[in-house]
């Protein structure tokens, strides 16, 4: 195998693993904490409720365009400012190891590298439909 191809069943392997943890993510704020306790969250943290919806939606439909390979690149940038927002609010804290209490940042500080290298390297094998055309 030569490098691009390897590159691209990477870019393939990294676009379900943050697809799988954006939809584990959204699951677990509607079918756990549901979407009602999800938002007064968010406003025990100074957030407006609504914002909370929205990062559902987010994740939601952002996970399955990460799976499907839809404009991955573009996605996973879009997805960025969430985990920001994400270390911002809850996890900068609690220092850096996700084990301390409340969650350190390091989890979502990796999330944010996976997101990048996948925006830099591209949609992949298989995506369905990819940012940038091949030339």
Do not use: C
Not at 50 to 60: R, V
Not at 87 to 105: Q, R, S
Request: cysteine-free.
């Amino acid at each position: 195998m030569n490098e691009d191809r390897n590159t691209a069943y990477a870019a393939l392997l990294l676009r379900l693993v943050l697809g799988g943890l954006f939809l584990a993510h959204f699951s677990l704020k509607f079918f756990v904490f549901t979407p009602a306790g999800t938002a007064h969250f968010f406003t025990s943290l100074g957030l407006p409720g609504w914002m909370a919806y929205l990062t559902m939606t987010a994740e939601f439909f952002g996970g399955i365009a990460l799976i499907l390979g839809v404009y991955a690149r573009l996605v996973a940038v879009a997805l960025t400012p969430i985990l920001l927002g994400a270390i911002v609010t809850v996890h900068a804290h609690a220092g850096f190891f996700f084990t301390n209490p409340n969650g350190g940042w390091e989890f979502p500080a990796l999330w944010i590298v996976g997101l990048l290298v996948l925006a830099l390297i591209g949609d992949g094998k298989f995506a369905l439909k990819p940012t940038l055309q091949n030339k």
